[in-house]
């Protein structure tokens, strides 16, 4: 008989194929590393897992984009200082024929966040701006939700070192596999069940916020005294969404923000981070940044200036907001406590904004606009989107109708409306 974490793998594993890409009968399935995290090998046994569920699910074909962290440490420690702007094109190429023919996209996002954390920035950072360059057609075209994808977690050596440092080395992974498998409701009498009753929640407070078309934010904190426009016909999105190819999908698991795009150039006054940036093999803390005219035009950091320096110059989109997404603190990622130094997981435990590139489902017909079009209406174009935790049980949030009257959407960090 399977044991009670062996019965939790196959739930979360069927939560992600049917919550999570929503897998159609006869479709493909490409398995890769999300955004620069490179999922290593002792993952082997779960994306089995995945894999074989994804079959018994109809999937034609699944294919799997294996990669392993320690060979690009390794990289770093050895290549040639100057043969970092080389990347191997092929992988691109097979995660854009994928997209291009409406495949379904599952990343996995686990990593060691400490495991760069020696390594020279410079290098970095070009690494980082090669793959996004070479990634912008495919992250475009899944930003426009093109096709059915998600992103998921799991528990990988070092990560687990660096949340729960207190606890017996060996208990660590457990600890991180019940962690998520409760913030991803795998643990519930019927998780789909649960994630169906979720996803309309966040349906809910998505429409009452579509209904308002609010065209101004007012976010007050500690530290944070931030305005945002709001562009004309904006579509705040929250839970599950539906691709371009008719299928319904819950693009993050966990989720708990409902998100839309600012103003590309509308955005004034102060933020202050109230949670670390783990990125790229980088981390950012106790940041703050101001802006003025939707524009970032000073940033300060307590640690990680250089990468924060580097973040805001990888192109002219990067310095302008592209999102902003409210959680409130009593989300259960919150509620728990911890750090996971694991953007996606972070993200849902805080409101946050991102720098970087808008997501075009956010604004009626996006998906069909030009990028000129798009960036006309008040989008902002970019190769990276990074996700910034600004939220706290003291945030307060205002919504500013055209007429100028300001209507509670938050108040110390819970929702100030019913749905």
């Given at each position: 008989m399977p044991s009670e974490f062996e019965q939790n793998l196959e739930k979360y594993a069927e939560v992600i194929l049917k919550v999570g890409v929503n897998l159609q009968k006869g479709q493909r399935l490409m398995v890769i590393q999300a955004t620069f995290a490179s999922f290593p090998l002792e993952l082997a046994t779960f994306v089995e897992i995945i894999v074989k569920k994804a079959y018994q699910l109809g999937a034609r074909f699944v294919e799997v984009?294996?990669?392993?962290?320690?060979?690009?440490?390794?990289?770093?420690?050895?290549?040639p200082r100057d043969s970092f702007e080389e990347h191997p094109i092929w992988r691109t190429s097979?995660?854009?024929?994928?997209?291009?023919?409406?495949?379904a996209i599952l990343g996995i996002l686990a990593s060691n966040p400490d495991l760069f954390i020696e390594q020279d920035p410079e290098l970095m950072d070009i690494n980082?701006?090669?793959?996004?360059?070479?990634?912008?057609?495919?992250?475009?075209?899944?930003?426009?939700?093109?096709?059915?994808?998600?992103?998921?977690?799991?528990?990988?050596?070092?990560?687990?070192?660096?949340?729960?440092?207190?606890?017996?080395?060996?208990?660590?992974?457990?600890?991180?596999?019940?962690?998520?498998?409760?913030?991803?409701?795998?643990?519930?009498k019927d998780p789909i069940s649960a994630w169906k009753d979720h996803n309309n929640q966040l349906h809910a407070r998505m429409k009452f916020l579509n209904n308002k078309q609010y065209s101004i934010l007012k976010l007050k904190g500690p530290g944070t005294d931030l305005v945002i426009g709001l562009p004309r016909k904006h579509i705040w999105i929250g839970g599950s969404e539906v691709s371009q190819n008719g299928i319904e999908f819950t693009a993050n698991l966990p989720t708990e923000e409902i998100f839309t795009l600012p103003h590309k150039d509308k955005t004034e006054g102060v933020v202050t981070a109230t949670k670390p940036l783990s990125y790229g093999g980088s981390r950012i803390e106790d940041f703050k940044l101001k802006f003025s005219e939707g524009?970032?035009?000073e940033a300060t950091a307590g640690k990680g200036?250089?990468?924060?320096?580097?973040?805001?110059?990888?192109?002219?989109?990067a310095s302008y907001l592209g999102e902003i997404a409210l959680v409130p603190h009593s989300?259960?990622?919150?509620?728990?406590?911890?750090?996971?130094y694991n953007i996606l997981i972070?993200?849902?435990?805080?409101?946050?904004?991102?720098?970087g590139r808008a997501y075009s489902p956010c604004l009626e017909n996006g998906e069909q606009m030009s990028d000129e079009g798009f960036m006309n209406a008040g989008g902002n174009m970019s190769i990276m989107h990074v996700d910034l935790m600004i939220g706290s049980g003291e945030m307060n949030v205002d919504g500013i109708l055209e007429n100028g009257i300001a209507e509670p959407i938050m108040r110390n960090g819970e929702w100030a409306f019913d749905v």
């Open positions: 984009l294996w990669d392993h962290p320690q060979i690009h440490l390794i990289r770093f420690q050895h290549a097979a995660a854009l024929e994928f997209v291009e023919k409406g495949d980082r701006r090669t793959i996004l360059k070479h990634s912008k057609h495919v992250n475009k075209l899944i930003s426009k939700n093109a096709t059915n994808w998600a992103v998921i977690a799991a528990p990988v050596d070092g990560w687990t070192d660096k949340i729960f440092p207190n606890l017996a080395p060996d208990k660590r992974k457990a600890k991180l596999w019940d962690t998520i498998f409760d913030i991803c409701r795998v643990n519930q524009k970032v035009i200036q250089k990468f924060l320096d580097q973040f805001i110059k990888t192109d002219e989109g989300s259960p990622i919150s509620q728990s406590g911890l750090i996971f972070d993200e849902n435990a805080s409101c946050h904004i991102a720098l």
